[in-house]
Structures are given as C-alpha cells and as structure tokens.
C-alpha cells in the first residue's frame, strides 16, 4: 500500500465515522453500508483496528430496524430532560469552568479550525464542537496529506502529519474514550456499542500510527 | 504430577492448527488439543487461510506452522484479521525447528495450542504498532504491512501504586513508566513492550497478552507431557530473535524480551519435569537498554540458587551447551509458580525435594528479600505492614500488644517497606536466600504494647513511639507529654 493509499483511506474512515454518527435515517445507512465495502477493499485489514472496525460494519450490513435504530440515536444522544445519556458534544465532556467554561473552549476550537484554514458548517450537527465535525476536519487534513504524498512534497507532508496528530490528539481523542465508556454504561444497542468500539479502535491506533509515521518522515 | 494446562478449560475456544505443507517437513497425523489443516503455499500466501473452514467465531484461536523466511509477519497478520481473527493470540511455530521430526513438530505444536489457549484478547490500548523496516526514501514510497506486538496494560484496580510502590518505575529500561500522585502514568509511544514490568510489578497489575504467565506455564507443561524425548529443556527466546538449531529434548518458549525473566520464570520449569532452562540473550541484535546484563544477573542468582540446593549449577544457562539434564525427582510445581510470588514458592519447593543445606546467600537480583527491623528506632507505626503490596509484612493487635508478622515466602524485595518508613533505617531489607528460614513460616519482627487511655481504656499509640515523642518533647513540655501518654484523642 503507498502512503498516499494510506492516507485516504484514513481519510474515508473518519468520514465514515463523523456520518455515522449523524441520525440514522435510511438513505444515510444505504450510503454508509456501501461505504463500508469500498473502504475494506481500501485495506482496512492491515491495521490492528480492523477486528472491531468488522464488528461495526456486520452490524451495519445486518441492521433490520432502522426505526429502532434511529429510536436508540434520540436515547443516547438526543433525548433527555436533563442530561443527554451520552452527549456528543466535546464541551460536555471538556468544558472547565476554571478556564471559561464552554465559551472558552468553542472559542478555542473555532480558533483552531482558522488556524487549519477551515470553517465549520454546523447545519446538520449544531455545534462546531460536535464529534461528527471534528472527524471531517481529521478527514479534511488525511485529504491534504493524501494530495501531498502525491505530489511528493514530503516537507509539507511532515507539517500535516504534526497538524493531525496534535488536532486528533486535543479534540476528538481526547473525548471518544469517554463516549465509548458512556455507550456501554447505557447499555447501548449492538451498533452503537460496536460503532464506539470501532471508533475508539481507530481514533486510538492512528494516534500511534500517526506518531511512528511522523518520527520517520522526519528522520528519512 | 499433574501439571497445568492437562485439564479442559471450560468454555474454551476452538483451536485450530494450519501448517504449511510445502518442503518435506513431517508433518503429524494430529495435533493435541486442536483440529489440523494442512494447507500448501500458506507462507507464501497467507490470504489462503481464508479458504479454510474455521467454525468458531470471533474466539478462534490458531496455531500456524510456517518456515521461517517465507512469509512476512504482516501479511500474516492481515489475513487473519481479514478472519475476524486477532493475530496476537496466534501462534507461529517454525517448521524447520522440528528438524525432521515428527515427534518434535507434535510436541511443540502441543506446546503453542495449550498457549494459545490462555490468550485473553486484547484491546487497542494493548496492541503496539510497528512499521518493518526503517524510514528511507525507498519506504516512503510504500508502506509495507504494519506488524503488531502486545503492549502492557496496568489494571488500576489491582495496582497498589496509590500505597506508594512504583518498582515498576525504576525496572522500566525506556523510562515509560512515571509515578505521581499515587498512581503509574504510562507512555505507550516510548515502551518498548519488553515485558519487565510485567515480571516486576509485585500484585501481577500489569499485563501483556502476549506474556501470559498462565500461558507460558501450560506451554512447558504441554512440552514435557507430550515429548517422546528421554528429558525435556525449555529455551526462552525473545520475540524478535530467530530460533537457533536447539538440540534434541529442547523446545523455545517465546517472550517479549528475555530481559524480562526472573529466577522465578527460570526455576519454575524445573518443577514441572524439564531438566534444563536456558534463557538466550537477544544476540546479535541487542536492546541496548541493558536488558543482556539484567538477564545475566537474573541466570546468575538462579544458577546460584540451584548450586546451593543441588549442587549443580549447570540446569539454568544463557547459552545452549546440549540436550537437556534429567528431570529433578519428586516435585511439583507450586500454585502461581509465573505470578509476583512464585520466586519464593519455586525455590521452597525445590529445596523442599532436594537437599537443602542451612545456608544464607546474597541474591542481587532474585525478588527474595529478608525484612529486619530495629527495635531501637522503630516506633511500630506500622506503616510498613500496611504499604507491603504482597502482605509479606502484616500488623495485628493481639490483647493490647502490636506485632508486626514478616512471611519471607510472600516477600518479592520490592523495597517499599524501606522506603516509606517515617524512622530512617528502622527497617532493612537484605536481599537474598535464608535457609532454612524461608520456609519456617510467618515470624514476628516487632512486639510493642500499646498505651491505653487512663479514663476509657481504649488505646492511645505504640508505647515506643509516646517514647519517640518524649524524646523530641523534652522536659520543656511535660504537661503535654503527659496528657498525649495517658489519654487517648477522644478523652483529652
């Protein structure tokens, strides 16, 4: 597999991810399921992820409600007259009233996403916190470093490698833990508790991933 | 003898073992515990696993046969996930090490199954990426499939960290492990997964699933119930290091680093019916992280060890001299013989068997210790009793007087009772071997009575430390004195 192969396929799986993550109607379980196959054929398989990433997608493959499933969405993830069970919602979980609480954090994030040169839309998800969006903005910097392994601009290469490692490693990776953990403790239905296995599987190895490959590209 | 692993494990998953049927290796008619596929140009093309018909579900667990330079370990590693099969829990055995041998290629094919066996599945915290080959300008066009090894976990509930151990700390060679705040932060980008903080730590916290003890243990019990040889060795090699020509009678055991073994991991075989335990350094490779010298020093207390209880020495090696001694006679592998404590119970159960003379050796690098304690300075606090992770020191009250008990079978010489004595040098550890004392049973170190309240009789502190206090009050503060010695808090 070369490396800008690699990089896309990183790509297309925080994509599959962030959509997955999004309300469950039908023609989004059609494109995810269909998704799915072209990212395995894309080589899932070699990395250590990919035994969980399996369990997800036979759980997507074999989905036979999808109003069940879009009821067990509002459970976890929506409903609630306090708190959401498991809010998807990086302030929920890192929020600091000792440093400004949730203002200050959006605040961060969305200095965060001008620095990386991208702005947000929020029309689906509601807030430029939410999960789904800092996994298209992880996709959105693979894109990038897929097209600069394909242009052999190795030194800016080393530049995206050190954005998102330090982007995963801040923002989403820092919080999926804690919405996995959350997923099991409610019990979760098979495809969600599978999708934050499979997420957390991912999001965990391409922190290390993106580690060894940034300390050798910047050693060769 | 019974010995480990000769059981069913209930509930266990199926095992299957594929062998490369390719050269002109024997290859057995079965295989001990598993169901066998032959399968040809397996090496070669490893996607062919796909097309055999393993029933079993996510829990299979495999045993591969393959030959040693013709097949990449991460093409390997692919196509068993492309089986919803988790590569750490396989097994490879090299094919050629059989040398010819049917007989031999049934045993240690016996041997990796009943490992195997034990594998607990890991999770992604515990699996450690590595990409083949240094970075070159050739690798940075391709990456060639990843490799995955077992990385340690800390299991908090078991760690006793927040009571002050951290030997794991210091033993790390990478520096991966930190201690703060009462609890072990660690650095997966730096470990090496060497393993030594699996065979250091004194509650068995940490975990490798590729390390197991339970599995290493039944892997020599499958070797020695199964080989056909007059005596069975056991060879530890590391995970990295290729499998030498091993004479006849002698059969590897893969751990992630030699440098993780102890005098208890060489010594325990010994009890299970092998004759001989040669541990092999890395070789030409080499860690660089000192892991050789631990290893030397570790082969050195066991050889030492065995020369006190046996008079021969020559059963515990680093390097491979010819098949394997006799078993030793009569004896029987203690309970958690690969576990924090097994040192101990290995030694009593071999000087237990064989002639054991009154002798007291020094050990520098045996987890055996003998705790003193000074009568002199010691206000029995006992503060050492309670941080010891082992319970090898435990404190009681016994009608007024406390006694601070020193079991030598449990001690592991970590060293934390030493460290956190508030009375500098009140406690000492001597590492090493105390014939015949280690197996004496529980002793008590320190008797002290307690002084009780004037007006409610209930107890107020150790009588030597209200010593300790009016040493430090002096005659300036004597009304104090008096009032802290002779009524307990509630009454004062």
Known sequence: ?220 | MSLPGSEELVGAPPVFAILCDDHDTPLPPKVEGARLFLAGGLCGAPVRIQELPLDGGDGVRLVLGLHPGEFELGAVQTALRRIGVDPLGVEIVDLPAASGSADRLTTLLAGAVARVRRFPGATPEETKLRIPGAFSRRALLRMEAPVYIGAPRIDPQACVAGTGCHVCVPACPAGALTFASGSIAYDKETCIACGICVTTCTTGAVRNPTAVPEGVADQIAAYVRTSQDPAVGVVYICRDGAIPPLPEGMYPVRVPCTGMLTVGWLLAPLTMGAGTVVALPCGTVGCGLGNEERLAGVVGDAATILGVVEAVAGRVGHRLVGPPSPPLPDLEMPEDAFGPAGEAAVVAALASSLAAPEAEIALGSARLGWVTIDEAVCTACTRCAQVCPTDALAHRDVDGTIEIDFDPMLCVACGTCVEVCPESGANELWRGLRWPDLVAGPQVLRRETTATCEVCGGPIAPSAMLDRIAAMLGDEHAATLKLISRRCLRCR
Request: hydrophobic share 45%; glycine share 8%.
């Open chain 1, 1 to 220: 597999m070369e490396w800008h192969e690699v990089a896309r396929l990183r790509q297309g799986l925080y994509r599959f991810f962030g959509a997955a993550l999004l309300p469950p109607d039908l023609e989004r379980l059609r494109l995810l399921q269909a998704a799915a196959g072209t990212l395995d054929d894309m080589g899932v398989d070699a990395f250590a992820f990919a035994r969980s990433w399996r369990r997800f997608t036979d759980a997507l493959t074999t989905v036979e409600d999808p109003i069940a499933l879009g009821s067990d969405y509002i459970r976890l993830f929506e409903a609630g007259v306090g708190d959401v069970p498991v809010p998807l919602f990086e302030s929920a979980y890192r929020a600091d009233a000792r440093s400004g609480g949730t203002g200050a954090l959006l605040a961060s994030i969305r200095r965060r996403y001008a620095d990386l040169g991208l702005e947000p839309d929020t029309g689906v998800t509601g807030g430029i916190d939410h999960l789904s969006i800092e996994l298209e903005t992880m996709a959105a910097l693979c894109a990038r470093e897929a097209e600069a392994w394909e242009t052999g601009a190795e030194a800016r290469v080393a530049t995206l490698l050190a954005q998102e490692r330090s982007f995963l490693a801040d923002h989403p990776g820092a919080w999926i833990p804690k919405v996995t953990d959350r997923l099991h403790a409610m019990k979760a239905d098979r495809f969600y508790r599978a999708l934050g296995d499979a997420l957390h599987a991912f999001t965990h190895h391409d922190r290390e991933f993106l580690a060894v490959l940034e300390a050798g590209v910047g050693t060769a």
